[in-house]
């Protein structure tokens, strides 16, 4: 979910090294990373909710609409205190709601499902300042203190980490932001140096090497995938990892946008030489494209446009289709099968959506972007292997392996004896399109995603990793 923010520039934020993307096979012990799988909750109106949280008005009503994508199970405090956590590479903080706020105690309990916070109950809980104050586009956000307390996810336990508590509160659900610290609203808003949020105090406390985290989300029909904090996964994809520079906004670098070059359906070539930035946004539950792109993909796949819904529609059978989707980045390509981009659909009273002679119909997974960024959300990422190195201000990409449970967890490190894994994209092309549509005011924030994965017990293969609680924890000792 877009992120509301004024941007106030924090000397010393900006990391200026760019090594590349470095990755070790630990002799001395299991790879220090940290990893859980992430759990995919059904979106009965993927459309509605994705057009909710792009929109920029105030829109109070959509959190009823938002469907979760991926989440996780955490704990804050001593005692611990439960939690489940939308997890969100678009922005940058985790906040929590406290039990005593207007919206947790109002009707019905709206928070009672996800868990809340009580700084009151926790022995370890330390008091920062009051100007934690997250805003989104549609409305809803939170306000209150920024504290430090101990929190624990995926089996591993941070001693202090920096969090905001919703005193005040429009979203029942709290948000795991693991964005660009200068997304952070102490950053934009209060204007204040930037904090260590989870993944770059994992690197302080010395969980993981680096600022890095691959997502693995798998396939349309299978709800876990997995994030690994500090490693990637080789069994996960085919062929290596091609690494791509992120683009910067007005010079900073504040989201995971990459250049798109070319987009094909099979031998057709829709778009090429193009030099189009787009987000990866796994909050995102659709694709979407320069509308150009769209009505050519549409042309081809004969998918039916509905301007009211702001999305085109195919036949079922559609699925079935062999041709792929193929988007290039300057050079490595990503496949996406016909039947990741034909979700099935329901009328707003959960009917199935059938013409009148009896065909199913079916949403198709890419939309228009209009006068917006391009989006990449989950109808591309299912197919992809992404690893978001904050540290190096790098995407590396690879084609998924769908519903593989074999596994290999390789530690990404930043030192120069180790070994090269990912090989950066020769020629990477800069992005001229899609990128100065905002300033940096707007830019520093507006990242999005509202995903979230979910703790769930460790996968059954864990192949030479030392699997530590419910979660994946490794440590080298
Ligand atoms: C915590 O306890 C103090 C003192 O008992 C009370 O004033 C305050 O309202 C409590 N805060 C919360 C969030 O419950
Ligand atoms: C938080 O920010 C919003 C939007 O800028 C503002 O309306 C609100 O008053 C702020 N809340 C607090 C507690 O400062
Ligand atoms: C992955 O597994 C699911 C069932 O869990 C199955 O429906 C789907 O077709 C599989 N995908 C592939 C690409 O094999
Ligand atoms: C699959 O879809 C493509 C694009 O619409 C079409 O050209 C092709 O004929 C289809 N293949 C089959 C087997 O239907
Ligand atoms: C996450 O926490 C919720 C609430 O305690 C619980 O119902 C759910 O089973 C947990 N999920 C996993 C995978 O641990």
Redesign the pocket.
């Known amino acids: 979910m877009k992120v509301l923010s004024t941007f106030a520039f924090a000397a010393g934020l900006l990391s200026t090294f760019s090594d590349a993307l470095y990755l070790q096979r630990r002799t001395d012990g299991p790879p220090k990373v940290v990893g859980f799988p992430v759990?995919r909750k059904n979106v009965p109106n993927p459309l509605l909710r994705d057009r909710l949280r792009r929109r920029t008005g105030t829109v109070q009503a959509s959190l009823q609409n938002e469907a979760t994508l991926y989440f996780a199970?955490g704990t804050l405090g001593t005692p611990a205190q439960?939690l489940?956590l939308h997890l969100d590479t678009g922005s940058s903080d985790l906040w929590v709601n406290t039990p005593t706020s207007v919206l947790c105690k109002s009707r019905g309990s709206p928070c009672a499902?996800t868990?809340t916070y009580s700084a009151n109950l926790s022995s370890t809980y330390s008091y920062i300042a009051s100007d934690f104050n997250i805003s989104y586009v549609d409305g809803s956000g939170a306000s209150g203190d920024y504290v430090t307390d101990t929190f624990t996810i995926g089996g591993t336990s941070l001693s202090k980490l920096q969090f905001g508590i919703g005193y005040t509160s429009s979203s029942s659900e709290g948000i795991l932001g693991i964005g660009y610290q200068i997304n952070e609203v102490q950053v934009g808003r209060a204007g204040k140096a930037a904090y260590n949020n989870l993944p770059a105090q994992l690197v302080a406390d010395g969980v993981i090497q680096s600022n890095a985290f691959s997502l693995w989300l798998n396939d349309l029909d299978a709800s876990t995938g997995s994030i690994l904090f500090g490693g990637i996964d080789t069994e996960k994809f085919e062929g290596t990892l091609a690494t791509l520079p992120v683009q910067k906004e007005s010079g900073y670098y504040a989201e995971f946008l990459i250049t798109l070059t070319g987009v094909s359906l099979g031998n057709t070539v829709i778009a090429s030489n193009q030099a189009q930035a787009v987000l990866l946004d796994s909050g995102s539950s659709l694709t979407y494209l320069p509308n150009s792109i769209t009505e050519a993909i549409y042309e081809q796949v004969s998918a039916q446009y509905s301007s009211s819904d702001g999305a085109a529609f195919v036949p079922c059978s559609l699925a079935s289709n062999t041709t792929t989707l193929d988007f290039t980045f300057s050079s490595p390509t990503i496949s996406i099968p016909m039947s990741e981009l034909v979700i099935p659909a329901t009328s707003s009273d959960g009917r199935p959506l059938v013409e009148a002679d009896g065909t199913k119909i079916c949403l198709f997974g890419i939309a228009p972007a209009g006068s917006s960024t391009p989006v990449m959300g989950d109808t591309f990422i299912r197919s992809a292997y992404l690893v978001y190195d904050l540290a190096n201000n790098e995407i590396s990409i690879a084609q998924t392996k769908f519903n593989t449970t074999a596994t290999n967890v390789v530690e990404i490190t930043t030192g120069s004896s180790a070994v090269p894994d990912a090989t950066a994209v020769a020629n990477s092309v800069a992005a001229s399109a899609g990128i100065g549509s905002n300033n940096v005011a707007n830019a520093i924030g507006t990242s999005t995603s509202k995903g979230a994965a979910?703790?769930?017990?460790a996968p059954v293969s864990l192949g030479a990793m030392a699997a530590v609680g419910?979660g994946m924890f490794y440590a080298a000792m």
């Open positions: 759990q199970n439960s489940r499902s868990g979910q703790k769930t017990a419910a």
